[in-house]
């Protein structure tokens, strides 16, 4: 299946605080699409559209709960015996909770940790080389992934 960048759908859940989710929206458009970003601390997805997303990841919804930087330790969410409905409340409540960023393409869903796990989903070539914010190179002049030392 040939994809024209500049048509393929992408959705990214993107919090511009988060140096990951920058690395990741710079991957995305360096594979030349323009996706469309939803700065979910300012849209949060609802129930239904998370619990969607959820089942396409084949995650259950402790696995997308971010601890740093949140009310996490202070809400008790990761005591033992904490009820979904319980992290459902806190999630609703604040939405800093749900790890980032979350990825929708054509080929898959994926909470993109670290950032070049949107290459797993977004299988387009790369435009050009490619190097994370903190300078760790990820993609090299010929738009190849950068081997792993």
């Known amino acids: 299946m040939n994809h024209d960048p500049a048509t393929t759908d992408v959705v990214i859940y993107h919090n511009p605080d988060c140096g990951t989710s920058r690395n990741?929206?710079?991957?995305i458009r360096n594979a030349g699409v323009e996706p469309h970003v939803v700065e979910y601390l300012?849209?949060?997805?609802n129930r239904a559209?998370?619990?969607r997303l959820l089942t396409r990841m084949n995650l259950p919804l402790r696995a997308i709960l971010r601890e740093k930087g949140t009310p996490f330790a202070e809400?008790?969410?990761?005591?033992?015996?904490?009820?979904d409905e319980t992290i459902w409340a806190a999630v609703a409540a604040h939405p800093i909770l749900i790890?980032?960023?979350?990825?929708v393409t054509p080929w898959g869903v994926a909470l993109c940790r670290p950032s070049?796990?949107?290459?797993?989903?977004?299988?387009?070539?790369?435009?050009?080389?490619?190097?994370?914010?903190d300078g760790e190179p990820?993609?090299?002049?010929?738009?190849?992934r950068v081997a792993i030392a």
């Open 42 to 45: 300012r849209t949060p997805p």
């Open 138 to 144: 990820l993609i090299d002049a010929q738009g190849r």
């Open 75 to 83: 809400l008790g969410l990761g005591d033992h015996g904490v009820s």
């Open 24 to 27: 990741t929206l710079a991957l």
């Open 116 to 133: 070049e796990a949107v290459l797993d989903i977004l299988p387009l070539p790369q435009l050009g080389p490619f190097n994370k914010e």
């Open 99 to 103: 790890n980032r960023p979350i990825v």
């Open 49 to 51: 559209l998370l619990t």
